[in-house]
């Protein structure tokens, strides 16, 4: 019998999500944003990823300096997992969200905004 991955499983490897992760300044860290995508039965749907780091005050800080490493193939319930990783570069210490934004090839309407709260460090 064919059991579905773990949600919390890519590429074979187990993790466990930070609800509140540390960042140094300018260091690497490896980030798994999942999503549910509507008609994942057909295959994987191209789209194009963008993300914007938010302060505190909900004021855009500009583009996060983000590389995609890795997408996991639909699941049955549509579910993808996007590996991801960012790099935190000329942020002063405090609180911030990472805003990612998803939406089709083709420029439509983004299909999926959330954000991911993280703090940097003076050094992690």
Known sequence: AH????????????FVPLLDPVIGTG???QICLM????GA????????????IVDPSGQDRGPANIVLLGRSRPGP???VKL?????????????????FVLRSSDGGAPFAVTEAPFRISRGA
């Open 83 to 99: 590996l991801i990783r960012f790099r935190a570069s000329d942020l002063p210490p405090g609180p911030y969200s990472l805003r």
């Open 41 to 52: 039965e057909r295959g994987p749907t191209p789209f194009d990823l963008a993300a914007t």
């Open 27 to 29: 260091t690497e860290s």
């Open 3 to 14: 059991t579905a991955p773990d949600p919390l499983e890519f590429g074979g490897n187990a």
């Open 77 to 79: 319930e549509g579910l």
């Open 35 to 38: 999503f549910y995508q509507l």
